[in-house]
């Protein structure tokens, strides 16, 4: 949207992928502990899946991430391109931009729980994850909300949604990667990525922090604001 304000040209195929790499590896790094605990789990959940989703909680983990990928990659593979002219739809972005505004506030009213989230919850929030290829509809929004919705507490729904973004994320990438990769302007790829390394890693934690304190639904009105914003004032 700000770029068909200010007339901000294509910034390239292989800029944006570099752009998702600095997002990944924030991701990566904020939740370090976790990541190398499903890396050091993956022989464990191959030699005894039945047993190790019973026992072994990073194992499990490591399956339900697996679950939730899923669909998304499904939906991802069969709807790219169409998700893809919608971002070219100013109007269709704001009414997503809508939508994700009433998931945020329908978080306003839910209390924690505790429930462990299940392969069936992981295939729900994996399918979050799916719509959310919809430009306007929050990722994190969309899966942390459907969590929350779901009885699953803050700390567990910031980090389940974070840790399916990072093969999400990846599968993007190289998705996009058989388009081609054009030309690269170094200068502007090192700021770009050191830009977006940082920037999503201050976001992340800002985001995890506010999920926790419950006050998730304060993004909502900015959504919403801007979702109305883009269908009244764009064309």
Not at 75 to 103: N, P, S, W, Y
Not at 207 to 231: D, E, H, K, M, T
Request: glycine letters at 8%.
């Amino acid at each position: 949207m700000a770029g068909h304000l200010i007339g901000l040209p294509s910034t390239g195929l292989i800029f944006e992928l570099l752009l998702h790499l600095a997002t990944l590896v924030a991701v990566i790094y904020y939740y370090r502990v976790d990541v190398t605990g499903l890396i050091k789990a993956i022989p464990r959940a191959v030699t005894s899946p039945r047993t190790r989703y019973t026992e072994d909680p990073e194992a499990r983990l490591g399956m339900l991430v697996v679950i939730a990928t899923l669909p998304t990659a499904v939906m991802g593979l069969l709807f790219k391109d169409h998700f893809e002219r919608l971002a070219q739809q100013t109007q269709a972005v704001g009414i997503a931009l809508i939508i994700t505004a009433c998931f945020l506030l329908a978080t306003h009213w839910i209390r924690p729980k505790e429930r462990e989230i299940n392969a069936l919850m992981a295939i729900a929030i994996g399918l979050a994850q799916g719509l959310a290829i919809t430009p306007g509809i929050s990722r994190s929004g969309a899966t942390i909300a459907l969590a929350l919705l779901l009885g699953v507490s803050t700390l567990n729904a910031a980090r389940f949604s974070f840790l399916i973004s990072i093969p999400a994320i990846a599968g993007a990438a190289i998705l996009k990667l058989k388009d081609g990769l054009g030309d690269l302007n170094l200068v502007a790829a090192m700021i770009g990525f050191s830009v977006a390394l940082i920037s999503g890693y201050l976001a992340l934690s800002w985001l995890v922090a506010l999920v926790q304190a419950r006050r998730f639904a304060a993004f909502a009105p900015y959504c919403a604001a801007v979702g109305l914003s883009a269908i009244v004032l764009l064309p």
